[in-house]
């Protein structure tokens, strides 16, 4: 349990909802382990920055925020994880006071390492899985689940796989284990995140639409959102699935990009503009058949 001179942790977090998960997976392991949350405005004998590197200014961010809790508390513990841990981790080790850095693939280990560098004794036992899975909680309307990590596609303008590494799933059953607990909380509302999350189911043999069916029979659960797919992973199965009654919503986040064909193929991307298009039709078709609710959807588009 906290002991010694670190008895207070505090989380900060840059970027994608993913790492909102993780950090609450983070602070809930930390807990269990005995040390309290630093109240909001209070110097804490710990900090954890998850750190973002998908652009240089939220690499800058991220290093600003680690010299930012050194100031706070120049006597605190500085554990820092993330894409920027990943991608630029002798930069980070050389700032002043940052105590440990551990990168994406490392995830695993955060908890117990940063609990055996500070010598805090723990009744932490569980060895760590394979895939660190985390969901957020805290929110009183919806939690995220995280069910895939990495990407294999390599497109030209992206770093991520280079700091999230190769496209891995957490099991289908873990999944939905992890959404019951959710449900026990009384949260009604789940949104699924990862870095590719169509792509589920590459290191498991599953499937993403069989995990749609498995945790839309999680009782308690009311909505579920998809919180980006690419337009490619989403299979018109899919889609008509969602269209039969189900707890999906009709909002889909779907990555354009770039509405030049040229542009598209020079990034890698596997779709053209005449796909994306296609694929948006039968969505929309497919949900207000029957006088169904209109379908919202978000669009990413790159302007520089």
């Not at 930069?91 to 994406?104: D, L, M, Q, S, W």
């Not at 569980?126 to 689940?145: C, I, K, M, N």
């Not at 009782?219 to 490619?232: D, L, M, Q, V």
Request: hydrophobic share 40%; glycine share 8%.
């Amino acid at each position: 349990m906290g002991e010694g001179k670190y008895k207070t942790i505090a989380f900060l977090t840059l970027g994608c909802k993913l790492n909102y998960a993780e950090t609450s997976t983070y602070e809930r392991l930390f807990s269990a382990a005995g040390l309290k949350a630093a109240p909001r405005g209070e110097a804490a004998d710990i900090y954890l920055v998850n750190t973002c590197s998908v652009t240089a200014t939220a690499d800058a961010k991220s290093r600003n925020l680690i010299r930012k809790v050194q100031r706070l508390n120049p006597g605190a513990a500085v554990i820092v994880t993330g894409c920027s841990a990943q991608l630029r981790r002798e930069e980070i080790e050389a700032i002043p006071g940052v105590t440990r850095v551990f990168g994406c693939n490392e995830k695993s280990s955060v908890v117990p390492d940063t609990l055996a560098t500070l010598g805090i004794t723990s009744a932490l036992t569980t060895p760590p899985p394979p895939v660190f899975d985390a969901w957020s909680s805290g929110e009183r309307t919806r939690s995220f689940l995280k069910v895939q990590d990495g990407c294999n596609n390599l497109c030209a303008y992206c770093t991520v796989p280079y700091a999230r590494g190769e496209s891995r799933n957490v099991p289908l059953a873990r999944c939905v284990a992890n959404a019951e607990s959710i449900a026990s909380l009384g949260v009604k509302e789940i949104v699924l995140t990862g870095v590719n999350t169509g792509d589920f189911g590459r290191s498991t043999g599953e499937s993403f639409a069989d995990l749609l069916k498995a945790l839309d029979q999680v009782e308690g659960i009311e909505r579920y959102r998809i919180s980006s797919i690419e337009p490619n992973l989403l299979s018109n199965e899919i889609i008509d699935w969602i269209a039969s009654g189900t707890k999906f919503q009709p909002h889909l986040h779907i990555p354009l990009q770039s509405g030049s064909d040229e542009l598209l193929a020079r990034m890698g991307r596997h779709y053209d503009t005449a796909f994306f298009a296609a694929k948006l039709d039968y969505v929309r078709k497919a949900l207000e058949r029957s006088g169904g609710p209109k379908v919202f959807f978000g669009i990413d588009v790159m302007v520089g």
